[in-house]
């Protein structure tokens, strides 16, 4: 049994949602490829692009591994690119987090020369200046939904949805 957020879809928002702002050079820095949760959410933002009508380019996505220093290292990337993205959607605020910090350090304005986007929302996302938008996930209903299939198993019920795929939402925040 396992209970998980639709990262997919999760993604594939928040590269909409970079779109809606009017960003049609987006960057994407991954997490780790060997799991589920990195390439779901590499699989989003691939989708949302197509959907969306935007040229997939090889260059604007950088395999970070959702440390601070991949992110940090993905923007100097980002950077040095003839046509760097105006917008970047990180696998997890560790990373827009790195971001951010090269950016400031270069004297790029976020969200004024570019927009980040992270996910997770970890606390510090929250309170930092500009306020990170990231995609947030349903604690309090992943864990009821947690409680209620390992109370099921101990009782040794049958389950009936032994696979639960909640959705995430993104926090609008100041880097957008």
């Known amino acids: 049994p ?3 957020i639709d990262n997919f879809n999760a993604i ?3 590269v909409a949602y970079a779109i809606s702002l009017g960003h049609e050079t987006i960057g994407f ?3 780790l490829d060997d799991s589920d949760v990195g390439t779901h959410r590499l699989s989003g933002y691939l989708n949302s692009l ?3 009508g935007i040229t997939y380019r090889n260059d604007l996505v950088f395999k970070g591994n959702y440390s601070f220093e991949s992110g940090f290292s993905g923007a100097e990337h980002f950077l040095a690119l003839a046509d760097p993205p105006t917008a970047i959607i990180c696998a997890n605020d560790s990373m827009a987090l790195g971001v951010m910090k090269k950016l400031d350090a270069c004297g790029i304005s976020v969200p004024g020369d570019i927009s980040i986007i992270g996910f997770d929302d970890i606390a510090v996302a929250s309170q930092i200046t500009p306020a990170l938008t990231t995609t947030t996930a349903p604690v309090q209903d992943i ?3 947690a ?3 390992l109370i099921n198993l101990i009782e040794e019920r049958q389950i009936s949805m032994p696979h639960i795929t909640l959705r995430a ?3 609008v925040r100041g880097t957008c």
């Open 2 to 4: 396992a209970v998980a």
């Open 147 to 149: 409680v209620t299939l």
């Open 143 to 145: 864990a009821m939904h």
């Open 29 to 31: 820095l991954t997490g």
């Open 169 to 171: 939402r993104l926090a």
């Open 50 to 52: 197509e959907a969306h």
């Open 12 to 14: 594939a928002e928040s």
